[in-house]
């Protein structure tokens, strides 16, 4: 068995060398922030606010080009000060492997615009109405004079206190390396000089032509040698995860399929080829190229200014937002195509499991799917699943749903994001939704909650490495005496750093003591960038170091506005008092799950609940809601003052789960998902079923045995009921053919059917000993009596009435639609107005389905579309019937039925345990593939199966891609002709 595993990167990247030219520019040190002549030092320092006295000799120094640095700006301009530098001093000079790395997804591309023609807005500076090119040189520094006009008074003694007088670190030149997997394209634009920026094209490297002609002569990467090395972006959880149960036997063999993460438009196609050869035969890796466009405007337009944001319940309606350009869905698609067909062409056995991760590649389960059909196919969602409502705003809903629907089975992190996935699905497509999956085109793909972990013990062991013991020293000793919250977050939106600094504030306000005992060390990882963000961020951080009265070298907020050496970060882990995730919406949060096991203080947890780590960590952390600032605020107090006994309770609680839900298990456990999916839908599939037969029919009647015959004749029939009138033009025939089942001794017919008791006493008036089972088995009538039984609780029906308010105020909006109220069933009839309107109709299906299911989830009713029409009562009411029947054939007389009857796990279908006193005869069960029959097909046939029934033959009326019968027959007329045959 080989596991094909799709992410859009691989674990591996490409790294060309390439010699030095003295044409070339120079390739200048990384640095850890932006630099131009006016620029927003991250404010880990505070500062008195200047006076004039103290800025304007400042201002005009630096308009004489000196630099002298007023007393209230202590630190030198471009370097950090004080908490900042003290990570930075000790950064390790090699890099410590990771093997546990937090999740977080890669950053790869620079924006769509010409980096200089960015410009840092006015209120980014703090100043009115001044604006500074981000690129600008030291030569266009603005003058006193200019400075002077924008600034009142006022203004100078407040917005420029936070102003850095200075043109950033001096850049040294040592050597000339190419771009390689080691910096993005990202960090490139960041480190070169300003008169090369404009050089650059929006996206990445030499991507145009008539840039790379005016760097170089020639193409380097023709000759240029390259080397494979790990891609320090991309999932490291999922390359963790693999890696592990590879390691423990989990996994036998395994191929990654996806992009290198650099761009390849300048890469000549042999080398190209030669690369794919190298990652194909050494590393396990089957690299799908694409153009640097089409990677472009599938990763940075449409997966994260569209998905991303969406999935995060964040819909972006900015007009300044490219997320409504339709090119960017077309270069999606081309991504994903270029995925799913290097996926066909790695793909070798049935024993392959094709696994797809992430919401980069949605459409990659039904674009293989269609090419491979009886492939195993798994798809795994790593963030988190919005509700209907949000989700129906993409303009590609349903291509998206239906791509992932092309998997076997589908796992998401939480039950919550299964259920949102669940009703999105019931109301946008209108499929067949149930606690085993969803019933989607003719198949069953199975819906689970997978949590994903970390490997807890790889974990440990590093914990232990003598970097992390070093920088534990050095981190006691720095804050000595001081309480340590620490948090390390991506830098957007959606992790709440703004809602967590204003929480932070609100509790030293609150608590003013703490503002000297406190520290909260942010850690921001580097994302796409948010300048507007920054701007709102950065006050509050100073305000809140102003509120310090102590001039010592450590303030209430240490900022780091990019990542820090992986031993650095579990240090702190160790001796943080507690850990805070205020994320507005996510999914799994690993580094929670890291400072569980790192931490031997036992220290609290303080986890959003909008987190997909909330629902398996809820027993132990402090759920806040990240927008109730005092809740936080107050949470931020409960962990600082927690008793010791509360602490190692809580911890304990928290580690069980981490060590029981690690990534080993969670491969595992997705991978038995997909083929216990893919097993289930073979038996379901329509090449395991054969054409019914005259001659198959007879072999079934052949032994003298006792036959039942389970016919549901009305659903297949273009019999139509509205009221008390019936229209049908088979009915002639259809009787004829009862009448002459029921003349052989050994037969019993019942006829199942989702009218009403009243409609079927007139169709069959002439058929005494005919049973009936009326509203889909709520009611049962028994051959050669006049009483109906009931099978549904009537004491149990309060759930009819709102259901009819709220169908009768959708047939009021939709003209041509109907309601019929029965006995036990409500029924909303769409047929005329899905030939006038459509879609309005499908909409209005989807709107009722979905409510009926989720407001009426805990009382067993259940919503299901026949036939354009809407079928709503209670939960499998026709396999009660079905088996009161059998239970009354195979005893001496009627049987008493109990309500309190146990239900046990028939296969995947609940169906009521029923003991029979004997094995019974034989049993012809015929219907159409529905949501309500297919459950009574996989109940006879595992009769038979257990030894409970000799004989069973079940047969699917109507086109079926996949059903549980044994057998199909294509039409209504086709079964009355081979049940005729039979007869004679």
């Known amino acids: 068995m080989t596991l094909i595993v799709a992410s859009l990167f691989l674990p591996y990247s490409i790294e060309f060398e390439v010699e030095k030219q003295e044409e070339q520019p120079t390739r200048p040190k990384l640095v850890s922030r932006q630099s131009s002549s006016l620029s927003v030092p991250r404010p880990v320092h505070p500062s008195k606010t200047p006076t004039l006295s103290s800025i304007f000799p400042a201002l005009i120094a630096r308009a004489n080009n000196t630099t002298p640095v007023p007393a209230a700006l202590s630190r030198a301009p471009g370097t950090e000060s004080g908490d900042e530098q003290f990570f930075y001093n000790h950064k390790s000079q090699t890099v410590t492997p990771k093997s546990i790395q937090p999740t977080s997804k890669a950053n790869m591309l620079v924006k769509a615009s010409i980096v200089d023609g960015k410009k840092w807005t006015n209120e980014v500076l703090g100043l009115p109405s001044l604006r500074v090119s981000r690129s600008s040189s030291s030569t266009q520094t603005p003058t006193l004079g200019q400075i002077a006009k924008t600034l009142s008074a006022s203004q100078v003694t407040t917005s420029l206190a936070e102003l850095s007088l200075g043109n950033g670190r ?135 200014q569209i998905l991303w944001p969406t999935l995060h319940y964040q819909i972006p309606d900015n007009p300044k937002s490219k997320a409504f350009e339709e090119h960017s869905w077309e270069h999606y698609c081309a991504l994903n195509q270029a995925i799913a067909d290097k996926i066909v062409e790695t793909y070798k056995s049935e024993d392959d499991i094709v696994w797809v991760n992430d919401y980069h590649l949605l459409l990659v389960p039904q674009m293989v799917r269609e090419k491979l059909p009886g492939a195993k196919i798994g798809f795994f969602l790593h963030v988190s699943f919005p509700s209907s409502e949000v ?176 031993a650095q970060y579990l240090a702190l882990l160790c001796e943080a008092d507690t850990f805070a995730v205020t994320s507005m919406r996510e999914g799994m949060n690993l580094t929670c799950h890291e400072f569980i096991v790192a931490t031997e203080k036992h220290s609290p947890l303080i986890l959003s609940e909008f987190t997909g780590s909330a629902s398996v960590l809820e027993d132990s952390a402090l759920l806040v809601n990240p927008w109730d ?185 939709l003209p041509g639609s109907y309601l019929e109220v029965e006995d036990c069933t409500v029924r909303f009839n769409l047929a005329k107005s899905m030939e006038d309107d459509t879609e309005r109709a499908n909409l209005v299906i989807g709107d009722c389905i979905t409510y009926v299911n989720d407001f009426f989830n805990g009382v067993d009713v259940h919503a299901t579309c026949l036939k354009d029409v809407v079928i709503v009562q209670q939960s499998n009411l026709l396999l009660q019937a079905l088996t009161r029947i059998l239970h009354r054939l195979s005893s001496d007389g009627d049987c008493v039925w109990s309500s309190s009857t146990s239900l046990a796990s028939l296969g995947s279908t609940p169906v009521p345990d029923v003991e029979y006193p004997e094995p019974l005869g034989s049993l012809f069960v015929c219907g159409p593939s529905t949501y309500i029959f297919e459950p009574a097909f996989e109940y006879f046939n595992d009769l038979e199966s257990n030894g409970k029934a000799r004989n069973v033959l079940s047969v699917a009326i109507g086109d079926n891609n996949g059903t549980y019968a044994k057998m199909d027959v294509k039409g209504f007329n086709d079964l009355l002709t081979i049940l005729s045959k039979g007869l004679k």
Not at 194 to 221: C, M, R, T, W
């Open 629 to 813: 600032m005092h809740e936080v605020s107050e949470a931020f107090l409960h962990a600082l003052t927690m008793p010791a006994g509360e602490k190692a309770e809580r911890w304990a609680s928290a580690y069980e789960v981490v060590v029981n839900t690690n990534s080993q298990v969670w491969v595992e456990t997705c991978l038995l998902a997909v083929v216990d999916a893919w097993i289930e839908q073979q038996v379901r599939s329509s090449c395991n079923v054969k054409f019914l037969t005259a001659g198959d029919y007879a072999e079934f009647c052949k032994p003298a045995l006792q036959r039942l015959f389970l016919l549901d004749f009305v659903s297949s029939t273009v019999t139509v009921v509205k009221g008390d009138k019936l229209v049908s033009n088979q009915t002639q025939r259809m009787i004829q053919v009862l009448n002459e089942l029921l003349a052989d001794p050994l037969n019993t017919v019942y006829v199942i059917s989702y009218y009403k008791k009243s409609v079927l006493e007139r169709m069959y008036r002439r058929l005494p000993q005919l049973g009936l089972v009326a509203e889909n088995g709520g009611y049962v009538k028994f051959g050669g009596t006049d009483e109906w039984v009931a099978i549904v609780d009537e004491s149990s029906l309060s759930w009819m009435d709102p259901v009819i308010k709220v169908i009768n105020s959708m047939v009021v909006r």
């Open 170 to 304: 001096t850049k040294t030149n040592t050597n000339y390396r190419e771009w390689n997997a080691a910096h993005t394209i990202e960090d490139i634009e960041d480190e070169l000089p300003a008169s090369e920026k404009s050089k650059l094209a929006p996206y990445g490297g030499f991507s145009k032509p008539d840039i790379q002609a005016s760097l170089h002569s020639q193409n380097v990467f023709e000759s240029a040698p390259f080397t494979v090395v790990p891609f320090r972006k991309g999932n490291g959880s999922l390359k963790n995860a693999v890696k592990l149960s590879a390691e423990h036997g989990v996994i036998d063999r395994c191929r990654w399929v996806g992009t290198i993460g650099i761009p390849c438009d300048e890469i000549p196609d042999a080398k190209k080829s030669a690369i794919a050869a190298e990652l194909s035969a050494n590393w396990g890796s089957e690299v799908a190229f694409v153009s640097d466009t089409t990677f472009l405007g599938h990763y940075r337009s449409f997966c994260k």
């Open 391 to 566: 989700f129906r705003c993409f303009a590609q809903r349903k291509r998206l749903l239906a791509g992932m629907l092309g998997a076997d089975s589908i796992a998401f992190q939480t039950s919550e994001y299964v259920r949102h996935f669940l009703q999105t699905c019931n109301r946008l497509l209108l499929a067949d939704v149930s606690a085993n999956g969803i019933s989607y085109d003719s198949r069953l793909i199975s819906v689970e909650a997978i949590p994903v972990g970390i490997d807890a013990s790889a974990l440990r062991a590093q914990l232990a490495m003598p970097e992390v013991r070093e920088f534990r020293d050095l981190v006691a000793e720095r804050w000595h005496g001081k309480r340590l919250i620490v948090s390390r977050d991506m830098f957007d939106r959606i992790r709440g750093l703004k809602q967590k600094l204003l929480a932070y504030e609100r509790f030293l306000n609150t608590y003013p003591g703490y503002a000297e005992t406190t520290v909260l060390i942010q850690i921001c990882l580097k994302g796409a960038g948010d300048e507007e963000l920054e701007s709102e961020i950065m006050p509050i951080i100073d305000r809140i170091n102003g509120l310090t009265t102590s001039f010592a070298d450590s303030q209430p907020v240490v900022f780091l506005n990019q990542d820090i050496d992986f």
